[in-house]
Every structure is written in structure tokens, then in C-alpha cells.
């Protein structure tokens, strides 16, 4: 066996045809054209290098570097305006906080064409979830802006993402923020919400929208910026005395005795857990504030017998009960068993962040803070066009992880022919994929898409 690298007609990612096609249609160049003005020496053309920036990451790039891979063999065949990896790092460095918010501008808008063209949000116009997180991601070297050592002790940058999911569709990222690593996670969150929920509505969330978030955005902003956005909130209530003694008025004839279909596992206690009991009682929060600001509404408790074996000799009962709580604020109109599971849900934005990670947030390649500000908004375009891509292609890969749709879509090899003024992608016979592939190149490039205006 030898090899040779002489096949100027080969591509590794002959998908990203289909996607970038996709991209096209909901005419990403245009917004980016229009939205995105950099006057500074190096600044031109930004749609092609922010398309550059962006095709790469779909096709797996998590580095500056790593955008080589978009010219190699046919690659220049297949795409224009590929710009080479020194250029787009440059170009990065020249953004400023005001063109990140301009390339934030391009993200809500495009992300409102692929949910009228795609059915990236199926049910959004009954109920959608907007859940808010924070994540770290971790830097190396010296030369970073930015960076600390925040809640998790990773010395990093922290990432603020807002994802949008209904019932029946996979999380997409509606907003995102960078900020300094050792922040607070509340800190902008408010103003980063409301802005989701406005991206929410162009995406066609007019239905019943619930804000969903862990107990580091328990404040009153946060649930003032749902409330003018027209949603409902449940957000994990941190244990302050005003909560714990709440939990402690409750009688032990109001608890409701539920069982997980699934067992979930316990990392505090490191066993797995499979019932638990629910009550719920009324609660008016925030109270030190002034009085129109004091929240009253449900405040939905889950209680799990703790247990410890390691401590208790072979043979020996408890004493008495003792219970490990979790309070969840809402004012959700569900009943007390559904809205406590519509909150447990809220663990779905990990995925995403997973998926991230896996990807183009696995670097923040940038010396220069507001170039990784932009380098994050890029991978949730880059994300959306994923997911997007992956709601034509079929039923599994509508909710599979992006590495997945990359892996089985995406990065399919394939040999260009040229015949009739037309290109023709040979891709490999009985690729297990085929039939999807096949569907998202047709459903992408030539079934007509609804309007995205």
C-alpha cells in the first residue's frame, strides 16, 4: 500500500455543500452584507470571511488553523471566497464590541429564516422553551484577554448562551454573550434574555414560551426581562431562609409520591435515585426589594430521602427521615407533576453546550477578547445551520448531536465531475447515510423553501 496526494477532484466534506446551499438560500451573504461594517484596513468583504469562519466550523474546524481544510482537492470547485486561515485571523482581530453586536444582529435574523425554510422549531407557535445557562470555556497560554478562574475553577472565558427547543424539536441557540471568566453568571443576563425572547418571536415562538434557568439567575431582573417578553418562568429558587422556611410549612399530608420512568443518578450521594415526592406551596419573593417588585407565585418542591450507607453500620435503620430538597419558582399554569418535569428538562442546554464544545468552542483561538466574542457568535451560526441541516436530512438526525450529523452528513468524501455546465458529486457507494444525504441535498438545493422573509 502507498499513497499519493494528487487528486485535485476529491473533497472530505461534500455535505457542506448542502449546507452552505441552505445558508444561501436564507440568504446569509445578504445579511452579513448589510449588518456587518468593518472600516478598518483589512475589513472588506466581511461576508466572505465570516462565511469562511462559518463553513468551517460546521465542517468541524474548532481552530484558526483548522480552516485549511476548507482548500483542499476540489474544495475551490465547489466554493468561492474561501479565504486562507492568516486572513481570517486577522480579520478577527479587527472586531470591536459594536461589530460583534452587529454580527449578533445577523444570527437572530438568520436564525428566523431557517425556522420559516426548515422545520427547525416544528411547534413553536404552541410552546417553545427558552433556557439560559452560562459555561466555561477553558483557555491556554498567557496572551488572553479576559481570562480568570470562575465557579468552576477553570481558568477560561465565560460563555452566555440562550437556547430556543419545543417539545418536539432539538435546543438551537437564540443569543449568546462572552464575557470575562471570573463573572458573575447574572451579570447581563437580563438584557441577554430579552433579546432571546425578541429572536424568539421572529422564529415564530407566539405561542406559550416558558424561561427555564438553574438557581444562578434567581433574581428579580431575570424574571422581570421574561415578563415583559410575554413568558413564563421557572428557575431553580436558591435555599435562602425566606425558601427553606417555606419548605418547612409544608405539611407531610401534601406530598405526591412520583417515580422517574428513568433513574437518575445522585453525584452528591453517588447512587442512583428513583422516586422522590413533590408539593407545592405559594411564595412571594424577592421581598427586600420595593413592594412592586415583591414575586408571588408557585413555588414547586421535590424532596429525596437521603441516604447515606457508607456511614450506617449493616443492619441498621434510619431514625428518622432526612431530605435533600429542590425548589423550583414558577409561574407556570401546568399542573404541579408536569410543571416540576417541565423544569427538570431544563438539563437539555447542556447538550448544547456539549455540542459546542465539541466543536468550534473546543478553542477560543484569540489573543484578543472581541475576537473570540465573535468567534462564539460564529459557532452558533454555525450550530443553528447544523441543526437545521440536520431537521431536512430526516426524523434521527433532527435530534441527533451535530457531531453526529457532521460524521454521518457533513464529512462525506465524494469525487466532482463536471458535465453539461453542471457539477456532479460521486459519493461513495453504499454509504450508510445515503438515503438521508440524498434527501437533505434535494430538500436544501432544489425543493422550493418557504418564504424567509
Known amino acids: ?189 437580563a438584557t441577554l434574555l430579552a433579546e432571546a425572547l425578541g429572536t424568539a418571536a421572529r422564529a415564530g415562538a407566539t405561542g406559550l414560551v416558558i424561561v427555564r434557568a438553574d438557581s444562578a439567575f434567581y433574581s428579580y431582573p431575570i424574571i422581570a426581562a421574561a415578563r415583559r417578553g410575554g413568558a413564563r418562568f421557572s428557575i431553580t429558587a436558591r435555599h435562602t431562609k425566606a425558601v427553606t422556611s417555606a419548605i418547612a410549612a409544608i405539611g407531610e399530608d401534601r406530598w405526591t409520591p412520583i417515580r ?50 457508607i456511614s450506617v453500620p449493616a443492619g441498621q435503620g434510619e431514625m428518622f427521615a432526612v431530605y435533600r430538597y429542590h425548589a423550583v419558582f414558577t409561574d407556570s399554569t401546568e399542573s404541579m407533576l408536569t410543571a416540576e418535569a417541565t423544569h427538570r428538562d431544563h438539563a437539555i442546554i447542556e447538550q448544547v453546550n456539549a455540542d459546542l464544545k465539541d466543536s468550534a468552542l473546543a478553542h477560543l483561538p484569540s489573543g484578543v477578547f472581541t475576537a473570540n466574542a465573535a468567534w462564539l457568535v460564529c459557532a452558533a451560526i454555525a450550530h443553528n445551520l447544523t441543526r437545521a441541516a440536520g431537521t431536512l436530512a430526516s426524523t434521527f438526525h433532527a435530534r441527533a448531536r451535530t457531531a453526529t450529523i457532521r460524521a454521518q452528513l457533513i464529512n462525506t468524501p465524494a469525487r466532482i465531475a463536471r458535465s453539461a455546465h453542471q457539477l456532479t458529486l460521486h459519493l461513495p457507494r453504499h454509504w450508510p447515510w445515503e438515503l438521508a444525504l440524498d434527501v437533505l441535498f434535494r430538500r436544501a438545493l432544489h425543493d422550493p423553501l418557504p418564504a424567509t422573509t
Not at 484558526?64 to 481544510?69: C, G, H, Q, Y
Not at 422517574?260 to 453525584?267: K, L, Q, S, T, V
Not at 419573593?285 to 437521603?306: D, G, Q
Open 1 to 189: 500500500m502507498s499513497v499519493r496526494f494528487d487528486d485535485p477532484n476529491l473533497v472530505s466534506c461534500a455535505g457542506l455543500g448542502a449546507v452552505l446551499g441552505l445558508a444561501a438560500r436564507c440568504r446569509l451573504s445578504t445579511l452579513l452584507a448589510d449588518h456587518v461594517q468593518i472600516s478598518a484596513k483589512g475589513g472588506v468583504n466581511p461576508a466572505a470571511k465570516i462565511g469562511s469562519l462559518i463553513a468551517g466550523m460546521v465542517a468541524g474546524a474548532d481552530s484558526i488553523e483548522d480552516m485549511d481544510l476548507l482548500r483542499h482537492g476540489g474544495m475551490g470547485r465547489l466554493f468561492d471566497q474561501v479565504r486562507a486561515p492568516s486572513t481570517l485571523g486577522t480579520f478577527l482581530r479587527l472586531f470591536t464590541f459594536g461589530h460583534v453586536r452587529q454580527l449578533d444582529a445577523v444570527a437572530s435574523r438568520l436564525l428566523a429564516r431557517l425556522a420559516a425554510a426548515t422545520p427547525i422549531l416544528g411547534g413553536a407557535d404552541q410552546v417553545a422553551f427558552l433556557d439560559i445557562d452560562d459555561t466555561v470555556a477553558p483557555t491556554y497560554g498567557y496572551a488572553k484577554q479576559g481570562t480568570g478562574r470562575g465557579y468552576s475553577g477553570v481558568k477560561g472565558l465565560n460563555a452566555l448562551i440562550a437556547t430556543l427547543s419545543t417539545p418536539i424539536s432539538a435546543p438551537v441557540i437564540a443569543a449568546t454573550r462572552l464575557r470575562k471568566g471570573a463573572t458573575n453568571s447574572v451579570r447581563g443576563a
Open 260 to 309: 422517574y420512568p428513568n433513574a437518575i443518578f445522585d453525584d452528591e450521594q453517588q447512587r442512583w435515585i428513583s422516586d422522590a415526592e413533590v408539593a407545592e406551596i405559594s411564595f412571594t419573593a424577592f421581598t427586600s426589594r420595593r413592594k412592586r417588585e415583591h414575586v408571588t407565585a408557585r413555588l414547586i418542591v421535590r424532596r429525596v430521602r437521603r441516604l447515606n450507607p
